[in-house]
């Protein structure tokens, strides 16, 4: 039972700073442009879908399949955005190193 509970929260702490993270990705999107900008937006839905998938593991009392899949498809998602956000993010500092 104890380490259900340090299991649930842990995840309750990783839910609560993925958040605070989601917060501040915010207000960088809000203040950026051009490249910068859809760098910081793909970062950003990454997130949400961390949060997300997080939040279904949370929910997913005893462990119903719907919600293992759907946890699954969140992370794959924020993989996926989290991979994309930051090869943009890469292309554009090598443009501004003058790599390309």
Known sequence: ?????????????????SLFSVVYTFGVVWRV?????ISYKLLLVALLFFVAGEILDIFN??????????SSAARIAFAFFFLF????????????????
Do not use: T
């Open 33 to 37: 442009e051009k490249k910068l900008d």
């Open 85 to 100: 956000g930051i090869l943009e993010m890469r292309s554009l500092i090598r443009k501004m190193d003058g790599e390309r």
């Open 1 to 17: 039972m104890l380490i259900k509970n340090i299991d649930l929260f842990a995840k309750i702490v990783v839910v609560l700073l």
């Open 61 to 70: 009392f005893g462990n119903r399949f719907l919600f293992s899949i759907l």
